[in-house]
């Protein structure tokens, strides 16, 4: 039929039976023609409705848009022409064929089609339509083969259609123009991000990134310069869609929750009642260890969260990515075993001289063709497999923080902060991860399916062998794998102790600076990190035999495999063919093996992940039902027998509380610690569990102000009708304390008219109250004004009593330098670190971590500054803060500025702490590897050219064995160099990671303490969290597989070189294009992957701030504005990783062309070359060059990941180089029994913080004599710390010196002066370990002397109650002791030292008035012997002192016995005056 619509012949092989082969001029005017059309045809409608559905705002009209359309208009008129020209040949008979008709009247269509289509994508984004693209390819591919044969019939001389031609040749000119064009990308005004608006082939082949790189390369990119993602990305929608999958999920998964407990209560009711009495026995014994009781918990709910349905909610999020992702990954993978056959057909080509030379040539050019279109599929399936894990991460994450703002306090109970943040860093990550490996289950079935397919259709059954051998080796490598994540988990454990400890170290810096302790926990340290190292070696050793099976098993396979075969059958002759196509197709079947325990592994993690995370998310939200909120109610707050606990399974800790507040009264809170005050507050607040009773508030707007003064300048701010003040005045200064009853709490202060509920312990500022509520036990004993109370003479007038007497209105004040949260690591560090008020202590046992979001600034009234910057300032001197707030910025700017190469000296350094001879060998064994390696390349090759000298049947055995054994030992001796290298290098790596972590860890110990001051400690426990953890695991990795793939490249160069040296030619060129590429991608990279971490860490920091300021938020409502930041964050973080990843693909695209192309032409020197070389050179040649390019992939991913890890590397060094305090013991030893009188000469003493800075003590100069008790007193910035710091060196003098019975403290070395004094530090920091380590860590002292400590400072009872006594286990900061407990201890610290000065930095304010009196009494009788300093902080407890040191601005002003300071009308008198203390007398109890 086509032969008649033609005229001519449509198919006749005889035609490619030639030299010159070519196809019938009909089959190319027919099928060749059609194939494009047909595609556009069927595409168009669908393409045209999806613009029509999805259009947005039409753009301008551009050059380029118009320049297609003139050239799309060109081709419609030629069309026209030729349909003319037709016409007019057309003289009635037939002769001219009906296809003249057709061809110009389809093109006539299909141009106007394609006109309407260009002008239909004005109203897109991207103008482009990928399948015009694809349309102008087929079409301009298609027509190269009757290009082709109109121009050989020219040539011929022949005229026949001269004019046809002519217009073909027009049109096809137009056409590659048009496909040239449709490269190029039209910008959007509604996008600067040209990812939106690429065109197709910019963006398969993600050319629209090369600004960025280029960019990258000449200066360090900036935020700024990376573009936005795209709204359907921006976590906002994500989560938003996410959402709505989840709610349907979460029911289903709920009422199966729901079916199972029912099914499991059936089964039982029997165990109930035993499970009562447990309960019972456990809330009789107090002193249950926290620890144990949520083990028990946790254990017991297990089971009880809404199960699998994490991943269908997120499937039905995003399964439009998965689907795509799945059909470019079928594809890739069914064109991966085209090159194995197109190997054989250049094989076969070789070994037969007759075969026609174009037949080479289309193998070459398929070759190169196939590898193309497989690298353009991997490369897009990639990029889609990657942008899905960080949707799903992005989403994980942004519900997670959703959550975290709702989560309710039984939920929240069962995590710490650490794990929150863990949920979101790791967990999410887990998740990320697998999306990788998500195809790959399929996939590698497939792949192995096909695989052994194709080797059996090869070699037949001998194929079972070798498979078999690989299938044997699969369980051998999975129990190696099990082993090692074994160890690694055991060590996950060990780091985990060992980073707790640090960050112990880093909090506690100034105690074990202030008691000499650093060896003592030094020591701790390194012993933790010695097990570490341990499991490392054992580690690196699993991986290295793991290395070496990975090595030894393609040898292995194809020794046994053709072993078998020759051996089977006599018959059976090994030949190029055979061999060098089974072992590319064994290539093929190593990776999805490999993988396979990958993939396993890595669902696994995932999989636990995914069960924390329905955990998490599917946990209950906190229920504030109980709260009540009624705008027109006659109360202000009403209790009405309310009972609260703070978890369901404990007693409640408010017991049927009923209380009246009346609208805009003033009422205090009083109690001793532990009354239940702070928890009433949150009662009210919501955050509590409501046991029965409710509590109704009138008015809607809250405002919860904690203890710094800029929480309560941020409540007083927000203008509500109610405030709830937790102890706002517990951290402040006398003077200030008043300062801000008057302006603000008091009757006649800015808040007067509101209603106020004030817990406080500040007894003096009760007259001024309109009530009082005693709180004792969660109930309230008592309320009513202050005089009814008193005159009552119940528990309120008792604990009045008591005290009035002896203590001064500013029973509470204490210097405002409150803690502050900078780090993701939710330490506190602080120069001078003070006690949490005791509210928040009971609150903070109960979990509900009061700790607020700002940070406070420690600074005086007269010192206002604005808010902004003090909650920029650190909590330092007032001279320090301007300064500080600068310098501050720089040092963290300093942390993001690292850009640029890293120095070669710090490869130097990495190196030499492995070791130099080791380097040396490792590489030698590597190189003889790489040797072994090409010889044994060369050897199969000499044994499959047997095949021609030999026939089947005269093939002698002994060179048949001599054959198998040789190329069997080269295997060997391949799989044993690998393991020697790799053995060794595991040693050496562990050894550089010792020498590190030795160096930075002395390095830091003897920082000095301004070091602590300006760095956040986060940023010191991220070098010995993660960059240790680089060097330990990553980084030598890194440098394996480094040197591998260098060596894998240069032997396979070396391979094709020697069978043609004129590939030296084209390798040269292909090399300065490798580099290049390299090089540009590396420096954008880097920097891109530094971006990333700068931009997380915020991400979990803000996180960890949330959760721990969480009731605050609550109170305030502010959860939308921080849901909003977070999603900021999220959005900013996620540009740089999707910007990361398309740099990864924009390179690999790339790299995979120059692999491509080493490919295509080594097969087409074969083809060229074809007369001088034989066809098992051929396959050795090529069954290489598929393999480089991978491996050219590998090497440049490798060479980044050495420059990002090595990072590592220089950030510890940065840290080992930090200067030092002076040497802990010097030459110069005091005297044995120094000091024995204890008297102190200050000599014109000066000091200052830091170099820079101006002098905090400005000329000192007084004699304390021997047992002396001194007071030192001044308002807050006066230099009284700075005196402690002094005299145990923590800052070392700027001019003049301390002598102490005659030693000038700065001649000896730091641990000789500081073992000798002691101090009584404001905050009572404890450590994790035991009670006995914490009072004395180097077991210098018998149990004896350690219980009369004890005894002495009134502990004796409490720890002998105790079921373990003095191995009583401390937690984190000593958080199952309270306040009190933990100031006791730090008296019986200081009662072991028995040294013969003691100096006290008073900080009672923490600690409620009996605990007060306990520790002032032991310290007036057991320390009567010693020099006794003590800051003050409240007059009352110096008043008895010898004599009395007033500061002010860094000099004495006064200095004398207090009954002279107050007979003349000083500075101290005024302070007494205004404490409300006229003589001494008034101050004795």
């Known amino acids: 039929m086509l032969e008649k619509f033609c005229n001519s012949t449509f198919w006749n092989s005889s035609f490619l039976d030639s030299p010159e082969a070519d196809l019938p001029l009909c089959f190319e005017q027919t099928v060749l023609v059609w194939i494009p059309l047909g595609f556009l045809w069927l595409l168009a409608p669908w393409q045209l409705l999806h613009v029509y559905r999805s259009k947005i705002k039409r753009s301008p009209i551009t050059k380029l848009y118009l320049t297609k359309q003139v050239l799309v208009g060109f081709l419609l008129i030629l069309a026209a022409i030729e349909l003319a020209l037709v016409l007019t040949e057309d003289s009635g008979q037939a002769t001219v064929p009906a296809i003249r008709y057709t061809n110009p009247s389809l093109y006539l269509g299909t141009w106007l089609l394609v006109l309407l289509i260009q002008h239909s994508r004005r109203w897109c984004i991207q103008k482009d339509s990928w399948f015009l693209s694809l349309f102008w390819i087929l079409s301009v591919l298609c027509g190269v083969f009757q290009f082709q044969t109109l121009i050989r019939t020219l040539l011929k001389g022949s005229n026949f259609n001269l004019a046809y031609s002519c217009l073909f040749f027009i049109c096809y000119a137009l056409q590659i123009l048009i496909l040239i064009l449709s490269a190029f990308s039209e910008k959007d005004a509604s996008s600067n991000n040209p990812s939106f608006t690429a065109s197709f082939l910019s963006s398969i082949t993600f050319s629209w990134y090369d600004s960025i790189i280029l960019k990258g390369y000449k200066q360090p990119l900036t935020l700024e310069d990376i573009w936005d993602v795209n709204e359907k990305m921006k976590t906002k929608t994500l989560v938003s869609t996410f959402e709505k999958h989840m709610v349907g999920e979460l029911q289903k998964a709920r009422k199966e929750l729901q079916r199972r407990q029912r099914r499991k209560s059936q089964g039982n009711t029997g165990d109930r009642l035993h499970g009562l009495n447990k309960n019972q026995s456990q809330s009789q014994d107090i002193l249950v260890l926290e620890e144990v009781k949520k083990k028990k918990k946790t254990s017991g709910t297990t089971e009880n969260f809404p199960k699998s349905w994490l991943v269908k909610a997120l499937f039905k999020t995003l399964y439009g990515i998965l689907l795509k992702s799945f059909f470019l990954k079928l594809v890739h993978d069914l064109l991966m075993f085209l090159n194995p056959q197109l190997l054989k057909l250049l094989i076969s080509f070789a070994n037969t001289r007759d075969m026609y030379a174009w037949t080479g040539y289309l193998y070459s050019v398929l070759f190169f063709v196939v590898a193309l279109v497989q690298s353009l599929c991997l490369q897009g399936y990639f990029q889609m497999c990657f942008m899905l894990g960080v949707t799903v991460r992005t989403t994980i994450m942004a519900s997670i923080y959703k959550k975290a703002l709702t989560l309710s306090n039984q939920a929240r109970k069962q995590y710490t902060v650490g794990e929150t943040v863990n949920l979101m860093s790791v967990d999410a990550q887990k998740l990320m991860d697998v999306t990788s490996y998500l195809h790959l289950l399929w996939s590698n079935v497939l792949q192995i399916t096909l695989s052994i397919y194709f080797l059996w259709t090869e070699l037949g059954p001998s194929v079972l062998a070798g498979v078999g051998v690989m299938i044997l080796l699969i369980p051998v490598n999975g129990i190696l794998a099990s082993k090692s994540r074994a160890i690694q988990v055991k060590n996950m454990k060990n780091k985990d102790k060992r980073l707790k400890i640090m960050n112990e170290i880093l909090s506690g810096m100034k105690i074990l600076k202030y008691f000499a302790w650093e060896t003592s926990f030094k020591n701790q340290v390194h012993g933790l990190r010695k097990k570490e190292l341990k499991n490392l070696l054992t580690f690196g050793q699993m991986q290295s035999m793991m290395m070496f099976l990975l090595y030894l098993t393609p040898v292995l396979v194809s020794v046994i495999t053709f072993s078998v075969y020759t051996l089977v059958d006599s018959n059976n002759i090994l030949d190029a063919e055979k061999a060098f196509t089974s072992i590319t197709l064994f290539n093929i079947l190593r990776f999805p093996l490999s993988m396979f325990p990958m993939v396993i592994s890595s669902i696994l993690q995932a999989s636990v992940s995914r069960d924390r995370l329905e955990k998490y998310l599917g946990g209950d939200d906190l229920d504030t039902s109980a709260i009540r909120h009624d705008c027109h109610f006659d109360k202000a707050v009403q209790f009405s027998e309310a009972s609260f606990t703070w978890d369901q399974d404990s007693e409640a800790t408010i017991r049927d509380v009923n209380l009246d507040i009346m609208p805009g009264q003033l009422v205090a809170v009083v109690g001793t610690v532990g009354s239940g005050k702070s928890s009433l507050m949150s009662a009210m607040l919501g955050e509590m569990e409501n046991v029965h009773g409710h509590v109704t508030i009138k008015g809607i707007n809250l405002s919860g102000g904690q203890k710094q003064r800029i929480s309560l300048a941020r409540a007083t701010y927000q203008n509500s009708d109610i405030y709830v003040l937790d102890d706002p005045l517990s951290a402040v200064d006398a003077h200030v304390g008043k300062h801000i009853f008057n302006k603000v709490l008091g009757p006649n202060g800015l808040l007067k008219g509101k209603t106020r509920l004030l817990v406080t312990h500040s007894i003096h500022f009760l007259p001024q109250v309109d009530e009082v509520v005693v709180l004792g036990h969660g109930t309230i004993l008592e309320k009513g004004s202050y005089s009814s109370l008193l005159a009552k003479k119940g528990s309120f007038a008792k604990i009045l009593k008591t005290f009035t007497k002896q203590t001064g209105p500013e029973e509470e004040a204490t210097v405002n330098e409150d803690t502050e949260d900078d780090d993701d690591c939710g330490l506190m560090p602080s120069v001078e670190e003070i006690p949490e008020d005791v509210a928040s202590l009971a609150t903070k046992r109960e979990n509900s971590l009061h700790r607020t979001l700002s940070r406070s600034s420690r600074s005086s009234s007269r010192h206002r500054k604005s808010l902004r910057n003090s909650l920029k300032t650190r909590n330092v001197n007032t001279l320090k803060e301007e300064e500080e707030t600068v310098k501050g910025q720089k040092l963290i700017k300093k942390e993001f500025i690292q850009t640029g190469k890293v120095k070669f000296s710090i490869y130097l350094k990495y190196l030499g702490a492995i070791g130099w001879y080791s380097i040396f060998f490792i590489i030698l064994a590597y190189v003889i590897n790489s040797v072994a390696y090409i010889g044994s390349n060369l050897w199969l090759s000499a044994w499959t050219n047997d095949s021609k000298t030999y026939n089947g049947t005269d093939y002698p055995a002994s060179q048949r064995n001599l054959r198998i054994g040789v190329y069997a030992a080269l295997g060997c001796v391949q799989g044993a160099f690998v393991l020697i290298a790799n053995l060794w290098s595991a040693h050496g790596s562990t050894h550089a990671s010792n020498i590190l972590h030795r160096q930075l860890l002395s390095s830091i110990l003897r920082a000095p303490m301004s070091f602590f001051d300006t760095t956040p400690t986060g940023r010191i426990v991220n070098r010995f969290a993660g960059d240790i953890s680089t060097v330990d695991d990553t980084l030598p990795l890194s440098l394996r597989s480094w040197i591998l793939c260098f060596l894998g490249i240069v032997s396979t160069l070396v391979m094709i070189c020697t ?118 050179t051929v396959g050795f040649v090529l069954s290489n060059a598929l393999n480089i390019t991978q491996t050219l992939n590998w090497l440049v991913r490798m060479t980044s990941e050495i420059e990002t890890n090595i990072v590592a590397v220089e950030r510890i060094n940065e840290y080992i180089k930090v200067e030092n305090e002076a040497p802990w013991v010097t030459d110069k030893r005091p005297p044995p029994g120094w000091p024995s009188k204890g008297e102190i000469q200050f000599n014109n003493y000066q000091v200052r913080y830091r170099p820079e800075l101006d002098l905090v003590l400005r000329g000192i100069t007084c004699d304390i004599r021997s047992m002396e008790k001194i007071g030192v007193v001044g308002r807050t910035g006066a230099g009284k710390s700075s005196l402690t710091n002094g005299l145990f060196r923590i800052l070392e003098a700027a001019g003049g010196q301390i002598i102490i019975d005659g030693v000038d403290i700065a001649s000896i070395g730091l641990h000789d002066l500081r073992e000798k004094l002691t101090i009584i530090p404001q905050d009572p920091i404890l450590f994790s370990g035991t009670l006995r380590m914490n009072l004395d860590p180097f077991n210098n002292h018998s149990d004896e002397e350690i219980w009369k400590a004890l005894e002495l400072a009134h502990l004796k009872s409490f720890v002998s109650g105790l079921q373990l006594g003095l191995s009583h286990e401390v937690t984190e900061a000593g958080d199952n002791l309270s306040v009190g407990q933990r100031q006791l201890l730090c008296l019986a610290r200081a009662l072991l030292r028995k040294s013969k000065i003691l100096i006290m930095d008073e900080a009672t304010a923490a600690v409620d008035l009996e605990t007060d009196r306990l520790i002032q009494t032991t310290i007036q009788k057991e320390f009567s012997h010693c020099t006794t300093i003590t800051i003050a902080h409240r007059l009352h407890t110096i008043m008895d002192s010898d004599k009395i040191m007033v500061l002010d601005n860094g000099k004495i002003v006064e200095y004398s016995s207090p009954q002279e300071l107050l007979r003349k009308s000083g500075p101290f008198y005024l302070m007494a005056k205004e404490a409300g203390i006229e003589s001494v007398d008034s101050t004795s109890l």
């Open 1059 to 1176: 069978a043609t040296p004129i590939f030296v030619v084209v390798i040269i060129p292909l090399g300065i294009i490798y580099v290049s590429v390299q090089i540009f991608y590396v420096a954008t990279s880097r920097q891109l992957k530094r971006l990333d971490s700068v931009t997380r860490s915020p991400i979990y920091s803000h996180f960890s701030e949330t959760v721990s300021g969480l009731s605050v938020i609550r109170a305030f409502e502010h959860q939308q504005r921080f849901l909003q930041h977070n999603e900021r964050q999220i959005d900013t973080n996620q540009k740089c990783v999707f910007s990361w990843i398309v740099s990864n693909r924009w390179l690999a695209i790339r790299l995979e062309l120059i692999g491509n192309l080493i490919v295509f032409f080594s097969s087409l020197m074969m083809v060229i070359y074809k007369d001088n070389l034989r066809g098992d």
